[in-house]
């Protein structure tokens, strides 16, 4: 496959940032996401047989699969794939028909940018296209999501998903996860830049600690749901009411509780700072979501606090966090634009001569949800 073949349709799919609101998705908390116009482009031909063929450009490798024979694979990123063709003939059977498929994208993968949802929703969003299947934004919000889940083996929440399909260009989202209805809050950060900083590890804890997550605040809310049995997710529990809790979980598993209740009320706390002009609160906001996903919730790295802490000794830099699952990817900064370039190259320095490892800056604008390429 080449990418001078003729296609019978392109589509941008997004990778996604969230401002703040980590890690909260599962627990039907509020998130602050956006798509970003970083993307993965996937170029689909009908090939009138009963094969998919997918080339990705970023892996350098290609598979064939037989649509009559829809087996999980050994290797990961054909998961993905397979899984989309698979949920989409459970919603419409036999709708999915052969098809080559060319992929190429400047999203880093696993990096926390959620290049993951941005594959899996636009396999989704091109399939729809390309046999007119009729998929509504929802059935390929939830499918994919469902994809990750059974074929991967990630229990991620809704926020990546959500936020590929949906995003809307110069604007976050405000996602309530528990009944996944959105507002849409217009970006105007004045003098100040959103910027990614990439650490480029990627420790291999993150999938398992990913799960490992979710099943610590399942117990959390079963001990507090005992007691308060009109709370069904660890965000409808007040900070207040898990401090009540100290002595009757265990510590891990109470951190973990007070995190996510915290860092759900920070996410509105942040709406409010947004909506009123005030970028000092939600810098702060964003420090102190940093730290309890660190200290609390315990899905940091070195790499990723070091970023962080020496963002904190410039005035031109409001806050930073870590972004994503965690265990390595990005962070996100909130700094002045004139200070862009100095910070990059003074904090690129460092990081090289603590890890001997290069940044990668990213400098990102908010973009469109998945589309097709007019
Ligand atoms: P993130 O979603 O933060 O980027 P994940 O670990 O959830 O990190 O997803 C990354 C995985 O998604 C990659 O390891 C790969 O399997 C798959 N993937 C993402 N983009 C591509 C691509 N362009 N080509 C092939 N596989 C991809
Ligand atoms: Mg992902």
Redesign the pocket.
């Known amino acids: 496959m080449n990418k001078n073949d003729s296609y019978d349709l392109v589509i941008k799919s997004p990778?996604r940032i969230n401002l703040i609101g980590e890690h909260v998705d599962y627990n039907g908390g509020h998130a602050l996401p956006a798509a970003i116009d970083k993307v993965?482009t996937l170029k689909f031909k009908k090939n009138n047989s009963n094969d998919v063929t997918?080339y990705?450009?970023?892996?350098d490798?290609q598979f064939t699969i037989d649509l009559a024979n829809l087996n999980r694979s050994n290797?990961?990123?054909?998961?993905?794939?397979i899984g989309v063709i698979y949920y989409i003939n459970v919603l419409k059977p036999k709708s999915v028909q052969g098809f080559n498929c060319y992929?190429?994208?400047n999203?880093?993968?696993?990096?926390?940018?959620?290049?993951?949802?941005?594959?899996e929703c636009g396999i989704a969003k091109g399939i729809n296209e390309l046999f007119n299947i009729g998929l509504t934004d929802t059935e390929i919000i939830n499918l994919s999501k469902d994809a990750?889940h059974t074929m991967?083996g990630?229990k991620?929440g809704i926020m990546?998903q959500f936020t590929v399909v949906k995003g809307k260009k110069d604007h976050l989202l405000l996602l309530n996860c528990k009944t996944s209805e959105h507002e849409t809050i217009k970006v105007d950060f004045g003098d100040y830049k959103l910027v990614l900083l990439n650490t480029n590890v990627?420790h291999n804890l993150?999938?398992s600690e990913y799960n490992v997550r979710r099943s610590e605040c399942e117990i959390a809310m079963k001990t507090i749901g005992a007691k308060y049995n009109d709370l069904d997710y660890l965000c409808d529990v007040k900070p207040e009411v898990v401090k009540e809790f100290k002595n009757l979980l265990p510590e891990k598993i109470y951190n973990r509780a007070l995190y996510i209740s915290k860092e759900n009320q920070r996410t509105l706390k942040a709406v409010e700072a947004i909506n009123r002009k005030d970028l000092n609160t939600l810098g702060e906001l964003l420090y102190k979501s940093h730290e309890g996903l660190s200290t609390l919730y315990e899905v940091s790295c070195e790499e990723l606090d070091f970023l962080v802490k020496y963002t904190k000794k410039f005035d031109q830099i409001l806050g930073a966090r870590m972004m994503?699952?965690g265990f390595g990817?990005c962070t996100i900064n909130l700094i002045h634009k004139d200070f862009v370039e100095d910070l990059i190259e003074e904090i690129s320095n460092a990081y090289r001569n603590q890890f001997s490892i290069d940044l990668t800056p990213i400098a990102i604008h908010i973009g469109d949800g998945v589309k097709k390429q007019s």
Request: hydrophobic share 35%; proline share 2%; net charge negative.
């Open positions: 990778g993965i997918v990705s450009k970023n892996i490798s290797i990961e990123w054909h998961n993905y794939i992929i190429d994208s999203l880093p993968l696993g990096s926390g940018v959620s290049s993951s949802a941005a594959l990750e991967v990630t991620c990546d990627s993150a999938t994503g699952g990817g």
